[in-house]
């Protein structure tokens, strides 16, 4: 199964940092969610314009991290704040 992928406004998360991250686009809660059903590693990749609201993989940089989930804590308002820990480097 292929790493969920989530992009990142205006930060990158190297090997072995460890980040907090504000989740809240659909596309990212589900990426998350794949993450803790089949506990196989986050995908991170920085976004090129964190700008861009609607974000496709065209508009990732073609170099990320898979990651480790900490700890996630879900928000009332239907985001989450998780904690996670950069683990190798990869490219889509």
Known sequence: MLSPMLALRGMVVFEGAIRSISVGRPASILAVKLHLDHGIPLALFP?????????????LS???????LLQMVSLPDGTMRILVQGKDRVQR
């Open 62 to 68: 073609s170099v990320g991290t898979t990651a480790e």
């Open 47 to 59: 976004q090129l314009d964190p700008e861009e609201e609607d974000c496709t993989t065209a508009l």
